[in-house]
Nanobody, 122 residues
Framework: QVQLVESGGGLVQTGGSLRLSCAAS????????MGWFRQAPGKEREFVIA????????YSASFVKGRFTISRDNAKNTVYLQMSSLKPEDTAVYYC???????????????WGQGTQVTVSS
């Protein structure tokens, strides 16, 4: 089992930045690929960005367009999502997820955090 706890969400103005953190426990963190997803009201959960277990590779959804970066600190069992140039359409609950596989779909990930709200005001 893996427990994931997100933090760092909040209210930010358009164009602002925010960093989310996800702390993991319960399983060897360095063996897990990590991803961030988001879900806006009335919409399906969608992939945002992910990082391989080693941290050597990352991949993101097209809408990210270089605005978001993902990183991990395996010594701290933590993955980060740095978001910049935020837009109102980025408003959503952001979820951290973990998997032994790499992927960009919700079904790839076995473990999920409880989510953290990000609200971007116009």
């Amino acid at each position: 089992q893996v427990q994931l706890v997100e933090s760092g969400g909040g209210l930010v103005q358009t164009g602002g930045s925010l960093r989310l953190s996800c702390a993991a426990s319960g399983r060897t963190f360095s063996g897990l690929a990590m991803g961030w997803f988001r879900q806006a009201p009335g919409k399906e959960r969608e992939f945002v960005i992910a990082i391989s277990a080693s941290g050597a590779s990352t991949y993101s959804a097209s809408f990210v367009k270089g605005r978001f970066t993902i990183s991990r600190d395996n010594a701290k069992n933590t993955v980060y999502l740095q978001m910049s140039s935020l837009k109102p359409e980025d408003t959503a609950v952001y979820y951290c997820a973990a998997s032994v596989l790499r992927g960009a779909t919700t079904t790839t990930y076995h473990y999920w955090g409880q989510g953290t709200q990000v609200t971007v005001s116009s």
